[in-house]
T-cell receptor, first 112, second 113 residues
Framework: DQQVKQNSPSLSVQEGRISILNCDYT??????FLWYKKYPAEGPTFLIS?????DKNEDGRFTVFLNKSAKHLSLHIVPSQPGDSAVYFC???????????FGKGTLLTVNP | DTGVSQNPRHKITKRGQNVTFRCDPI?????LYWYRQTLGQGPEFLTY????????KSRLLSDRFSAERPKGSFSTLEIQRTEQGDSAMYLC???????????FGQGTRLTVV
């Protein structure tokens, strides 16, 4: 039973355009959501997070949107840069459950 | 560099051998987590420490796996009698308190041949 789902295994965009990565979750107890970026053979690098009391959080080129009623969140990257090419993981935690539950990741390729 | 540090970065071992990995968390972080990532999957939770106390172990952590965090500082993860199915990236993360962002180390890539 996968509680965090990233249904797009890969996404390809042109440099300068917007990248939109999507994530769905099923566990209503989740109240904290994070996005991590991962290069091959490296550990995940924290990008941005959002608490369930918010519906948007912005940090530079990265914005995360949360739709609690739809149990959906998305990461927007504007403008996309070739250095953004990596695997992006959505993760969630909640309540007294401190551990992170990850999706399977989306491979983003930004073409020059 | 004051991030999470993991050693070794890579480990190749023969099936049946024991291996031990080390994680040094960010110094003021009292929570430490171990995760495992296999190809095509996201990281999966293995175990969690608050200071020196191991508070939860996933059912993924068989009896061959043991983790310690003496004195609430660094942590070790030992795998006894390794099997080919243990081949994965083992990731350590730390956070300052519950609900705060967990920061990951660079991982230890284990290959069992």
């Amino acid at each position: 039973d996968q509680q965090v789902k990233q249904n797009s295994p890969s996404l390809s965009v042109q440099e300068g355009r917007i990248s939109i990565l999507n994530c769905d979750y099923t566990n209503s107890m989740f109240d904290y959501f994070l996005w991590y970026k991962k290069y091959p053979a490296e550990g995940p690098t924290f990008l941005i997070s959002i608490s369930s009391i918010k519906d948007k959080n912005e940090d530079g080129r990265f914005t995360v949107f949360l739709n609690k009623s739809a149990k959906h969140l998305s990461l927007h990257i504007v403008p996309s840069q070739p250095g953004d090419s990596a695997v992006y993981f959505c993760a969630a935690s909640g309540g007294s459950n401190y551990k992170l539950t990850f999706g399977k990741g989306t491979l983003l390729t930004v073409n020059p | 560099d004051t991030g999470v540090s993991q050693n070794p970065r890579h480990k190749i071992t023969k099936r049946g051998q024991n291996v031990t990995f080390r994680c040094d968390p960010i110094s003021e972080h009292n929570r430490l987590y171990w995760y495992r990532q296999t190809l095509g999957q996201g990281p999966e939770f293995l175990t969690y420490f608050q200071n020196e106390a191991q508070l939860e172990k996933s059912r993924l952590l068989s009896d061959r796996f043991s983790a310690e965090r003496p004195k609430g500082s660094f942590s070790t993860l030992e795998i006894q009698r390794t099997e080919q199915g243990d081949s994965a990236m083992y990731l350590c993360a730390s956070s300052i308190r519950q609900g705060e962002t967990a920061f990951f180390g660079q991982g230890t890539r284990l290959t069992v041949v």
